[in-house]
């Protein structure tokens, strides 16, 4: 019955090479987030979807692309992976804004640590 | 842009004791929500406490304590009675009315000391 849940929960990969991490959400939510916490634990917003379309697009890589196939699913892909790829990626679901006082905000995935070597 | 400080990047308490972690704010806005969240070891992200920025009265759940400090935007967290499973990454987060997104602080690390 997990809300958010994401896969792999690891994956180790090499430099430049191509890889996805796929997260899908059973909350019924609208939203969906990518977020990277860095090695010093920094999380920051990549993207955002709303109802499958982009409505956040961080400074990010063309590397990374986000891909929707239906409101409860947000895959990540990323092409010639490098060092600096190597964080924690969560996904996230969030409610209509109007339950974001009664509910959490934000449902994060349990991360997927990505290292490349 | 609005930007969240921790400006403690590690802390710790010994069991049972107070610990009040610091979180500082930046924005133009009037009208936004302000969140601890809780990062275990696990990796998991848990909602400690939320808290309103029309409200006056600071938010408390159990343990858990805010000092909101609007003028100031200071928002820092008090848990007291400090347990061993209160040992984790504890992140501020901000939260505009209009916003899409939550911007979260660097996080500081709590150690629980027995």
């Known amino acids: ?117 | 842009a609005q930007t969240v400080t921790q400006s403690q990047p590690e802390m710790s308490v010994q069991e049972a004791e107070t610990v009040t972690l610091s979180c500082t704010y930046d924005t133009s806005e009037s009208d936004y929500y302000l969140f601890w969240y809780k990062q275990p070891p696990s990796r998991q992200m848990i909602l400690v406490i939320r808290q309103e920025a029309y409200k006056q009265q600071n938010a408390t759940e159990n343990r858990f304590s805010v000092n909101f400090q609007k003028a100031a935007k200071s928002f820092s967290l008090k848990i007291s009675d400090s347990q061993l499973g209160d040992a984790a990454m504890y992140f501020c987060a901000y939260l505009g009315r209009g916003a899409q997104k939550l911007v979260f602080g660097q996080g500081t690390r709590l150690t629980i000391n027995p």
């Open chain 1, 1 to 117: 019955d997990t809300a958010v849940s994401q896969t792999p929960k690891y994956l180790v990969t090499q430099m430049g090479n191509d890889k996805s991490i796929k997260c899908e959400q059973n909350l019924g939510h609208d939203t969906m987030y990518w977020y990277k916490q860095d090695s010093k634990k920094f999380l920051k917003i990549m993207f955002s979807y709303n109802n499958k379309e982009l409505i956040i697009n961080e400074t990010v890589p063309n590397r990374f692309s986000p891909k929707s196939p239906d409101k409860a699913h947000l895959n990540l892909h990323i092409n010639s992976l490098e060092l600096g790829d190597s964080a924690v990626y969560f996904c996230a679901s969030s409610p209509t804004r109007g339950a974001w006082f009664q509910d959490s905000p934000l449902h994060f995935g349990n991360g997927t640590r990505l290292t490349v070597t």
